[in-house]
């Protein structure tokens, strides 16, 4: 008898397609947690939670600051420390392995942008609440959204004490502001053409593969999720030819109307993938 990581493979070998939904749970296991006041966040940010009794990086990136010196003190930190110079985990690897001979695209909350590090290719991936690699213009003077390496890796190596020198506050290129974190402060966010253009390119190919063969890989998304986790549901139970496989540790949730088409993998991602790959390559 198939066990549920054998099912899992046989899936992914037979479909034309996948399609990637991903919240906290995935960046939890990939060891980036934003609402926890854990080891990581007092040993990169403990500076910042005595100063300003910032208890976590969800708090961090919406925090008032009074000067753009700290908060960009605060976000070169954070893009430096959690994306830039960190190397693709494990179970990022085996993630990237286990779908890139197929056609896929990826939908997600999470902003650290771990995806590309572990060779997904970014026109594939959407950020829908932004990432800590894009920036914009404050004012809002254009919609166009920027990567921020450059100005990020230098205010990172000068900033002292959680505070960037004035001179290396990074500006907008067409009127000259300040440029902000491309994040979900306002509606505005979801009107720029960038994220529009994503969110077309998520349905088109979702259309592309109508009537046809495709895996929903779902990745530590709460039951009440409505962004993403909601609209995934329903597309499984539209469409008769598409399987659905979550993968939530003690929170799994399938509706009835699609349990005959789904699997449930109720442990630890990182553990699941691993095994999922053990049972990949004894396949092959």
Avoid at 73 to 90: D, E
Avoid at 223 to 229: E, Y
Avoid at 261 to 271: H, L, P, R, T, V
Wanted: charged residues 30%.
């Amino acid at each position: 008898m198939e066990n549920r990581y054998q099912k899992v493979v046989k899936e992914i070998r037979d479909t034309d397609a996948i399609l990637i939904g991903a919240s906290n749970g995935l960046s939890i296991s990939d060891g980036y947690h934003i609402f926890a006041d854990n080891e990581w966040f007092r040993e990169n940010f403990g500076d910042f939670r005595v100063k300003y009794g910032i208890r976590n990086l969800l708090q961090g990136m919406f925090f008032a600051f009074a000067s753009p010196e700290e908060q960009w003190g605060f976000f070169s930190r954070l893009a430096y420390r959690a994306h830039y110079t960190q190397q693709p985990s494990q179970m990022m690897k085996n993630l990237y392995r286990l779908v890139s001979d197929k056609d896929y695209f990826v939908v997600t909350s999470n902003g650290e942008d771990h995806f590309t590090l572990a060779g997904f290719l970014p026109e594939r991936v959407f950020e829908m609440e932004g990432k800590l690699t894009e920036y914009r213009c404050s004012k809002q003077c254009h919609d166009m959204v920027y990567n921020n390496r450059t100005d990020v890796m230098r205010m990172a190596e000068e900033e002292k004490n959680g505070v960037v020198p004035t001179k290396l506050l990074p500006r907008c290129p067409k009127c000259g502001s300040l440029m902000e974190p491309n994040l979900p402060k306002d509606p505005s966010f979801f009107q720029t053409s960038g994220w529009k253009k994503k969110a077309l390119e998520y349905q088109n190919f979702i259309e592309k593969y109508h009537g046809k063969k495709l895996v929903i890989l779902e990745f530590g998304i709460g039951w009440r999720n409505q962004m993403i986790k909601a609209p995934l549901m329903k597309l499984a139970e539209k469409e008769p030819n598409f399987t659905y496989i979550t993968f939530n540790k003690g929170e799994l949730f399938i509706p009835e109307e699609i349990k005959e088409k789904s699997i449930g993998i109720d442990d630890d991602i990182a553990f699941a993938l691993e095994q999922i790959m053990k049972e990949y390559n004894y396949m092959e």
